[in-house]
């Protein structure tokens, strides 16, 4: 189908003698027409078009400036000037992508200042035939945009029944999916978990938003404890390579959908959580695992959002002691170690953390915090007086050490959640 959006966007092109892109309308780039400028002196792409082509996908700056020109509600062409301040330093023509009335994307067309007489049409003026033929070729890119989207609504649907519904109905919707996904079924693959993931919640909505990136097999949005989570399916190239289920969750990441932007949490900074992280499952070879991997894929995802030392996206093998801690039931927290996570100590708790991830090296820990080695020391003599606990015995190291790493957990929502 890939090879179908870009000869509907190669006749656009030709049509305008304009380069034209292809974009969902999450503006994730679908196919781009060839920009020849004609002339060795200017610049042969735009910085924004040079983006989107590069990196698959428009900022959020970008994104914010075109849609202030009301392009998801347009029913017909519309201008877009340049904006330097927002990166857009040539103007476009958008060509809203729709079917029945709903925007699957929005082609647009560079314009470096040929297409400023192109006249787009009106209540009482016809547009120029060559953009009546483009807006006639943004239809049938709409149908095939519509069909795939129904497609995945479909598949997405059977994913979230295999991932998390009752035995019988994971059985009949492995057998969905792998009719659907034929060979591709047999692996390897490894699912990604984006949280939180907003689906769409607009009067025009005919689906929940799924991402349609070409290493996504299936995915569906599913519903949690506090949050709503993304479920992403990725084909792997081989078993012992998540590249690119790691490409794809960082792709996920830079979705509007993603919900709020990285910030650090108010609990023991800085190695506090953030507000939108990703999980990746290990490889699996075909469909019976599946319920397994998401397991571990909501587990990285927990880790991530917790301990941002891991990143905004975390694998289920690097997330060490969470592996643990994301398996077993929310509890409160360990008596002796309660005082020592009121706000007014997280100085000392951030302390006593660093001392046990360091294997209590008094060194590695003073350098890691860049204090002096006796303020070290008097830290953590104010551990023990607020816990009780002797840091010099392995077990009680190790109750402090979990019981750190389970506070900066949280519950299974997340920090809104309970």
């Known amino acids: 189908m890939r090879d179908d959006y870009q000869q ?9 003698g304009a380069p034209a892109t292809l974009e969902n309308r999450d503006f994730a780039l679908i196919a781009f027409g060839a920009h020849d400028s004609g002339d060795a002196e200017e610049p042969a792409l735009d910085p924004v078009r040079t983006r989107s082509i590069l990196q698959r996908r428009s900022t959020a700056a970008v994104r914010a400036w075109f849609e202030a020109f009301g392009i998801a509600r347009a029913q017909a062409p519309l201008r877009i000037p340049p904006d330097p301040a927002a990166g857009v330093f040539m103007g476009r023509i958008c060509l809203p992508v729709r079917h029945r009335g709903v925007v699957h994307g929005y082609v647009w067309l560079l314009d470096d200042g040929h297409l400023s007489d192109l006249e787009l049409g009106g209540p009482l003026v016809a547009p120029d035939p060559r953009l009546a033929r483009a807006v006639e070729t943004t239809a049938r890119i709409g149908a095939l945009l519509a069909a795939e989207a129904r497609a995945g609504e479909e598949l997405g649907e059977l994913l979230a029944e295999l991932l998390t519904g009752p035995p019988g109905g994971q059985d009949a919707a492995r057998a969905g999916l792998r009719a659907a996904l034929r060979p591709a079924a047999d692996g390897p693959l490894a699912l990604v978990a984006v949280v939180p993931w907003t689906p769409d919640t607009g009067a025009e909505a005919d689906h929940p938003g799924l991402p349609r990136l070409p290493g996504i097999a299936a995915a569906s949005v599913v519903p949690g404890a506090g949050d709503v989570t993304l479920a992403a399916l990725v084909r792997l190239r081989a078993a012992s390579a998540l590249d690119p289920a790691r490409t794809t969750a960082e792709q996920l990441l830079r979705s509007p959908r993603a919900s709020a932007p990285n910030t650090p949490g108010p609990e023991l900074p800085p190695g506090g959580g953030r507000e939108t992280a990703a999980g990746v499952s290990g490889p699996r070879r075909g469909l019976d695992e599946l319920p397994t991997a998401w397991g571990e894929a909501l587990a990285a995802a927990r880790a991530a959002r917790a301990d941002a030392r891991l990143g905004p996206v975390a694998e289920w093998t690097a997330i060490g002691p969470y592996r643990l801690l994301t398996a077993l039931p929310p509890t409160a927290p360990d008596a002796a170690v309660r005082p020592l996570l009121e706000r007014s100590h997280a100085e000392l708790a951030r302390t006593a953390e660093a001392f046990l991830d360091c294997a209590g090296q008094a060194s590695r ?39 750190l790493k389970a506070a900066r957990l949280g519950p299974p929502g997340g920090p809104d959640a309970g």
């Open 365 to 403: 820990t003073a350098q890691l915090l860049g204090i002096h080695r006796q303020t070290l020391y008097y830290r953590l003599s104010r551990v023990k007086q607020l816990t009780g606990l002797d840091l010099d015995a392995g077990e009680d190291r190790l109750l402090l050490h979990m019981a």
């Open 8 to 16: 509907l966007v190669d006749e656009i092109t030709a049509a305008l």
